[in-house]
């Protein structure tokens, strides 16, 4: 199991790119710990074969983790940063609204793990964590295309526990 960071988004206002990266870099993580889960892998096998389902996560792991590398690699021309700056700030990842979006986040994650194990609890704050994080994602694959296959294997997760759990 991958390590659990402190805040999954950091909102670092001087430098609100690397805050977005960061977050972007602990995405996989975050949903690998909650898709290891063992109450997890139950809805999972009650809807399709866990390997297939953890077969396209570790396959959108992959394609993002490249996409990062590669926007690394071309954030380091400053036009390019600044052109990714505006469009971060065009979509609210900026500012007071990163910082209010980091702590909405972050929030519902420190619940999501603090409750584990009251199953009721854990299940609510977690489509609330996942509803919250489709919103992010959702902005920011406009700005990073390569997010919406992470983005659609987090969205078939969320509807097998809504199927489950219903």
Known sequence: MPPVREQLLNPNLDNP??????????????????????????????SMEPELFMGAFYEAKEV??????????LLQDERTRTHFLQRLASIGFTGQSLKMKAWILNQYDKARRRTRE???????????????????????SEVIPSLHAMKEVKDTGEIMIDAYTV
């Not at 993002?64 to 690699?73: A, T």
Request: charged share 30%; with cysteine; glycine share 4%.
């Open 64 to 73: 993002l983790q490249s996409e990062l590398k590669l926007l690394r690699g």
């Open 118 to 140: 009251i199953y009721e609890e854990f299940m609510k704050n977690l489509r609330i964590f996942l509803k919250q994080l489709n919103v992010f994602l959702d902005s920011l």
């Open 17 to 46: 790119i690397d805050s977005v990266l960061e977050f972007l870099d602990g995405i996989p993580d975050c949903l690998q710990e909650i898709f290891e889960y063992h109450e997890f892998i139950q809805i999972c096998e009650d």
